[in-house]
């Protein structure tokens, strides 16, 4: 939902007037993805009429959304923050972000130990029946770094599907 409704604004005429006057020729999209902005940035951005209008959008977007956890908080409340600490909040993501750290495994009711190399019987274990996946609305539940990471995710796709 996030960037769905979020990420089609990276090209509107004020991110675009927004990057062009202060992100020295990058695409409007990249405050959002790996490398932090730095103060002079955030502080660019955030006195220019055009990044400040985009934000009015997007932050009365968040404010309409159904509460789901983004950035460590509840998406609703950005709907209230400043461009700058809405700026500063994606700055700290994308600083705790960690590509390389996996999610933890799924643990299974199949035992890890080995049996004892003296046993005379062997023991069948009965494979985990398949679930159907379920579609469930976003939970709080998987941190702030996922969320992240899915934002993240869908930022760099959705940039690519727009420029296609």
């Known amino acids: 939902q996030i ?20 992100l020295n ?12 902005a730095s103060d ?3 502080k660019a951005v955030s006195a220019h009429p055009g990044c400040n209008a985009w934000y009015s959008t997007v932050a009365t977007a968040f404010a309409g959304m159904d509460a789901c956890e983004f950035l460590g908080r509840n998406v609703q409340e950005y709907g209230k923050l400043s461009l700058t600490e809405f700026l500063v909040a994606n700055n700290k993501e994308i600083q705790s972000f960690d590509p390389s750290k996996t999610l933890s495994p799924v643990p299974t009711d199949t035992p890890t130990s080995l049996a004892p190399t003296n046993a005379t019987e062997a023991t069948t274990v009965p494979k985990p029946t398949p679930t159907p996946p379920v579609t469930t609305k976003a939970s ?4 702030p770094t996922s969320a992240g990471a899915i934002v993240l995710a869908f930022s760099i796709a959705a940039a690519g599907l727009l420029h296609m």
């Open 25 to 36: 020729g990058k695409d409007f999209n990249s405050l959002f993805e790996t490398t932090p």
């Open 40 to 42: 002079d940035t955030i």
């Open 140 to 143: 709080s539940a998987a941190g």
């Open 3 to 22: 960037a769905l409704t979020i990420v089609p604004t990276y090209d509107s005429a004020d991110a675009v007037t927004c990057a062009a006057a202060t």
